[in-house]
């Protein structure tokens, strides 16, 4: 791994052994993108990859000079208005209405390690020998604004990491109204575009389109990174598949607006782009002031997707998301919303808690419903507290106490950002919701947002968060967010100031967060926003797992499990085993597939186990013991992609340990279909030399290559359900010694 700048060419060569990434300062002190992708040996000139000359209507940067025009050349980070006329990545409206900016290079400092964004959720390094970073200064002469553009690459890891910071030393404002973390020329487009799109209750489905002229791309307004579109896209050649084939990455480590976008020039160059949404953003900047964008996190994989998705499960899971239960084995839970909803008593939990200890749980997680005047969504939010004792005679600190005697861990479901009317918060700050003047905010789901820009309001959240987490014994927190933002309007803040609330909102997110995990250190967060709303790798960095979705349907959970394995690791998937018919789909799934499914992710439960038969208590409690046996190996092992549920009747992956000694594989049979063909499963990522077992199946050992190559004979009569609609099978695979 190495950064080099070359004075002679005046060329930065960011690499490591896997990929190379070269920037040259351009004769008018802007940058150009030579190249990015796999590792190129080193050296001095790579300047002919700089290509030029002479085109009818082309604008060029110098009088008599015809070889670089900026629309034709492949831009670094570039602006608007002087000759490049695709999409800018950034916008600045100064003082007199001008938009014209002409930011040249002035110097760069290269350094070891990788330093953290203030503020914001970003990767990290755990020594300095694992990264190197370039920070390089631009600065627009007229308005002494500097941009500074850094890039991290990774030792370990085929990863380059950028941000932006613009720092204003001038003596006028100056608003910034578009700025991106990263965009990228690439020399061709012959690519097809990957996104993860959904909505609620069926989030991060893959879906792939050919790249075409014009700007096609996807994106959040609603506050939050969204149901409907990840903060992601993949770009991957038309051949590559899951295994093989080059795919490029882009991750947003943000959870408010995103945009991310591929415009593709009629000369064929594909301008990849992403960062905060531009719509309804503004920042102006006085003197003095700085502005930091988020990091974007580009990965470059020639194995295929899963090779690209391999390498963000082990950046985000180890240099992402942080704290005390990192590494640690998660507890698995008992969490009461599909059994009670808000309709609880202390009773109706202690009998859930008590039959869930029973079977081998380990966490019982009281889900909404306990505080305030909380009977239904129409009231309680915002009153962090207890105040019905009929629910909870002893408040949360006797029920916490009780489930801590039964020899189990207790959790807590708060949604912090949120208020509804009838609560003591609204009445006494009816002024602290965001709300336009004059105007009637929005209603969904009977609640409005806190207005998170203001400070003062995070503290009064933080006050009583910090009390009842102080008060009882509580080791988890369900962090929720149940709608999104409209009327986005901050009454403390200035006409000009408007355009920065989003931001700031969720800049009041990440600051809670901080606070929060500061001072409860030990305290496992799971974020949520009405299921998977707000999955996205700025909150892995606080909350090391998100619950995955509402919809725990098993056969939707493969579906939407497998779209978030594209970006996230199994270790931040909270996935549940619920009851049938399921509250979302009505499906009926055989408890053995509901807990194939959600095994592949950090299990547990959600529905009432007191109401169980004595069979299906037997049967829960041998899925904890398995999952107990094996959560490390789910946790840490290396995850593979193996039958595609959205191209076919069945769905299948693995889990291999990084020393490929033991596997956990998976098949699941979405839709039966009648007198249709034998059935394999091909493994991938054993070592192709080592004689392997597959428990409970026969006494016979295979070679990694033959479980690779051949497959595993998927028996329909070895599937629960006996192979019919729903069924699958989990196979575990361990070296013969
Ligand atoms: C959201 C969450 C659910 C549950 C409910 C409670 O929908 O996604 O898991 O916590 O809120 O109101």
Same mark, same amino acid.
């Given at each position: 791994?190495?950064?080099?700048y070359?004075?002679?060419?005046? #060329?930065?060569?960011?690499?490591?052994?896997?990929?190379?990434?070269?920037?040259?300062?351009?004769?008018?002190?802007e940058?150009?993108n030579l190249?990015?992708g796999k590792?190129?040996?080193?050296?001095?000139?790579?300047?002919?990859?700089? #290509?030029?000359?002479?085109?009818?209507?082309?604008? @060029?940067?110098?009088?008599?000079?015809?070889?670089?025009?900026p629309?034709?050349?492949?831009?670094e980070? /570039?602006?608007?208005?002087?000759?490049?006329?695709?999409?800018p990545?950034?916008?600045? &409206?100064? !003082?007199?209405g001008?938009?014209?900016?002409?930011?040249?290079?002035?110097?760069?400092?290269?350094?070891?390690?990788?330093?953290?964004?203030e503020?914001l959720?970003?990767?990290?390094?755990?020594?300095? %020998?694992?990264a190197? =970073?370039?920070?390089?200064?631009?600065?627009?002469?007229?308005?002494?604004?500097?941009?500074?553009?850094?890039?991290?690459?990774f030792r370990?890891?085929?990863?380059?990491t950028?941000?932006?910071?613009f720092?204003?030393?001038?003596?006028?404002?100056?608003?910034?109204?578009?700025?991106?973390s990263a965009?990228?020329d690439?020399?061709?487009? #012959?690519?097809e575009?990957?996104?993860?799109?959904?909505?609620?209750?069926?989030?991060?489905?893959?879906?792939?389109?050919k790249l075409?002229?014009?700007?096609?791309? =996807?994106?959040?307004?609603?506050?939050?990174?969204?149901?409907?579109?990840?903060?992601?896209?993949?770009?991957?050649?038309?051949?590559?598949?899951?295994?093989?084939? !080059?795919?490029?990455g882009?991750s947003?480590?943000?959870?408010?607006?995103?945009?991310?976008?591929?415009?593709?020039?009629?000369c064929?160059m594909?301008?990849?782009?992403l960062?905060?949404h531009?719509?309804?953003?503004?920042?102006e900047?006085?003197?003095?002031?700085?502005?930091?964008?988020?990091?974007?996190?580009?990965?470059?994989s020639?194995?295929?997707l899963?090779? *690209?998705?391999?390498?963000y499960?082990k950046?985000?899971r180890?240099?992402l998301?942080?704290g005390?239960?990192?590494?640690?084995?998660?507890?698995?839970?008992?969490?009461n919303?599909?059994?009670?909803?808000?309709?609880?008593?202390e009773?109706?939990i202690?009998?859930?808690?008590?039959?869930?200890k029973?079977?081998? *749980?380990?966490?019982?997680?009281?889900?909404?419903?306990?505080?305030?005047?909380?009977?239904?969504?129409?009231?309680?939010?915002?009153?962090?507290?207890?105040?019905?004792?009929?629910?909870?005679?002893?408040?949360?600190e006797?029920?916490a106490?009780k489930?801590?005697?039964?020899?189990?861990?207790?959790?807590?479901?708060? !949604?912090?950002?949120?208020?509804?009317?009838?609560?003591?918060?609204?009445?006494?700050?009816?002024?602290w919701?965001?709300?336009a003047?004059?105007?009637?905010?929005?209603?969904?789901?009977?609640?409005?947002?806190?207005?998170?820009?203001?400070?003062?309001?995070?503290?009064?959240?933080?006050g009583?968060?910090?009390?009842?987490?102080?008060?009882?014994?509580?080791?988890?927190?369900?962090w929720?967010?149940?709608?999104?933002?409209?009327?986005?309007?901050?009454?403390?803040?200035?006409?000009r !100031?408007?355009?920065?609330?989003?931001?700031?909102?969720?800049?009041?997110?990440?600051?809670?967060?901080?606070?929060?995990?500061?001072a409860?250190?030990?305290?496992?967060?799971?974020?949520?926003?009405?299921?998977?709303?707000?999955?996205?790798?700025?909150?892995?960095?606080?909350?090391?797992?998100?619950?995955?979705?509402?919809?725990?349907?098993?056969?939707?959970?493969?579906?939407?499990?497998?779209?978030?394995?594209?970006?996230?690791p199994?270790?931040?998937?909270?996935a549940?085993?619920? %009851?049938? /018919?399921?509250?979302?789909?009505?499906?009926?799934?055989?408890?053995?597939?509901?807990?194939?499914?959600?095994?592949?992710g950090?299990?547990?439960?959600?529905?009432?186990?007191?109401?169980?038969?004595?069979?299906e208590?037997?049967?829960?409690?041998?899925q904890?013991?398995?999952?107990?046996?094996?959560r490390?190996l789910i946790?840490?092992?290396?995850?593979y992609?193996?039958?595609?549920?959205?191209e076919?009747?069945?769905?299948?992956?693995?889990?291999?340990?990084e020393d490929?000694?033991?596997?956990?594989?998976?098949? @699941?049979?979405?839709?039966?279909?009648?007198?249709g063909?034998?059935k394999?499963?091909?493994?991938?990522g054993? &070592?192709? #030399?080592?004689?392997?077992?597959v428990d409970?199946?026969?006494?016979?050992?295979?070679?990694?290559?033959?479980?690779?190559?051949v497959?595993?004979?998927?028996?329909?009569?070895?599937?629960?359900?006996?192979?019919?609609?729903?069924?699958?099978?989990?196979?575990?695979?361990? %070296?013969?010694?």
């Amino acid at each position: 791994m190495a950064i080099i700048y070359s004075d002679t060419s005046k #060329e930065i060569h960011i690499f490591n052994d896997q990929i190379s990434y070269i920037i040259q300062i351009l004769d008018n002190g802007e940058l150009g993108n030579l190249y990015y992708g796999k590792k190129v040996d080193h050296k001095e000139d790579f300047s002919y990859l700089l #290509e030029g000359g002479l085109r009818s209507l082309a604008v @060029y940067t110098k009088e008599d000079d015809y070889f670089m025009s900026p629309q034709y050349t492949k831009m670094e980070y /570039p602006c608007a208005g002087r000759g490049d006329f695709r999409e800018p990545a950034y916008e600045i &409206c100064q !003082e007199n209405g001008s938009r014209i900016v002409c930011m040249e290079y002035q110097g760069h400092e290269i350094y070891k390690g990788k330093k953290q964004l203030e503020g914001l959720p970003a990767t990290y390094v755990e020594n300095a %020998e694992e990264a190197d =970073t370039v920070e390089i200064l631009l600065t627009d002469k007229l308005l002494q604004l500097d941009c500074i553009l850094s890039y991290t690459v990774f030792r370990d890891y085929p990863v380059l990491t950028r941000n932006v910071r613009f720092v204003n030393r001038g003596s006028q404002k100056v608003a910034l109204e578009r700025v991106l973390s990263a965009s990228i020329d690439l020399p061709d487009a #012959e690519y097809e575009m990957l996104s993860l799109t959904g909505a609620w209750a069926r989030e991060r489905y893959p879906k792939a389109r050919k790249l075409a002229h014009g700007v096609q791309g =996807t994106g959040s307004r609603c506050g939050c990174s969204s149901a409907e579109f990840n903060p992601f896209l993949a770009l991957k050649r038309p051949g590559a598949s899951e295994n093989l084939g !080059e795919v490029l990455g882009f991750s947003l480590v943000y959870s408010g607006n995103h945009m991310e976008q591929v415009c593709v020039d009629t000369c064929d160059m594909a301008r990849v782009q992403l960062g905060i949404h531009p719509e309804g953003f503004e920042w102006e900047l006085n003197t003095g002031e700085a502005f930091q964008s988020p990091e974007a996190v580009m990965v470059y994989s020639c194995q295929g997707l899963n090779g *690209m998705s391999q390498t963000y499960h082990k950046l985000y899971r180890t240099r992402l998301a942080r704290g005390y239960w990192r590494d640690r084995e998660r507890p698995i839970l008992i969490n009461n919303w599909e059994a009670t909803g808000a309709a609880f008593t202390e009773e109706s939990i202690l009998r859930i808690a008590k039959t869930g200890k029973e079977l081998g *749980m380990e966490l019982f997680v009281l889900d909404d419903g306990w505080f305030g005047k909380r009977e239904d969504d129409r009231s309680g939010l915002g009153d962090w507290y207890v105040t019905n004792y009929e629910k909870l005679p002893d408040g949360i600190e006797g029920l916490a106490g009780k489930i801590k005697k039964m020899g189990m861990r207790f959790g807590l479901w708060f !949604e912090p950002e949120m208020v509804n009317k009838d609560s003591d918060l609204y009445r006494s700050h009816p002024d602290w919701i965001l709300c336009a003047p004059g105007r009637i905010p929005s209603p969904s789901r009977n609640q409005y947002v806190l207005d998170f820009s203001r400070p003062e309001v995070v503290a009064y959240i933080y006050g009583l968060m910090e009390k009842i987490l102080s008060s009882g014994d509580i080791s988890y927190v369900k962090w929720d967010m149940n709608r999104y933002i409209t009327e986005c309007y901050s009454a403390k803040k200035t006409e000009r !100031e408007q355009g920065k609330v989003f931001h700031q909102y969720i800049l009041g997110v990440y600051a809670l967060y901080e606070r929060l995990t500061k001072a409860f250190p030990e305290i496992l967060f799971e974020s949520c926003s009405s299921g998977g709303a707000r999955f996205d790798p700025g909150m892995l960095y606080y909350a090391p797992q998100t619950w995955t979705s509402d919809d725990t349907d098993a056969m939707e959970r493969v579906r939407i499990q497998y779209g978030t394995s594209y970006v996230y690791p199994l270790s931040s998937m909270g996935a549940h085993v619920s %009851e049938v /018919p399921n509250q979302q789909t009505g499906r009926v799934t055989p408890l053995k597939t509901r807990a194939n499914a959600a095994m592949f992710g950090v299990f547990g439960y959600e529905l009432d186990l007191s109401q169980m038969t004595e069979l299906e208590k037997a049967e829960i409690k041998g899925q904890v013991q398995f999952v107990k046996a094996h959560r490390h190996l789910i946790q840490h092992g290396v995850f593979y992609r193996l039958l595609n549920p959205f191209e076919g009747r069945e769905a299948g992956w693995i889990v291999v340990s990084e020393d490929q000694s033991e596997a956990l594989a998976a098949y @699941y049979q979405m839709s039966a279909e009648p007198n249709g063909p034998w059935k394999r499963l091909k493994l991938a990522g054993l &070592c192709p #030399e080592k004689k392997y077992i597959v428990d409970g199946e026969d006494a016979r050992v295979y070679s990694g290559s033959e479980l690779m190559n051949v497959g595993i004979i998927v028996k329909k009569e070895s599937l629960c359900a006996n192979g019919g609609d729903y069924s699958s099978k989990v196979y575990y695979l361990r %070296e013969k010694a």
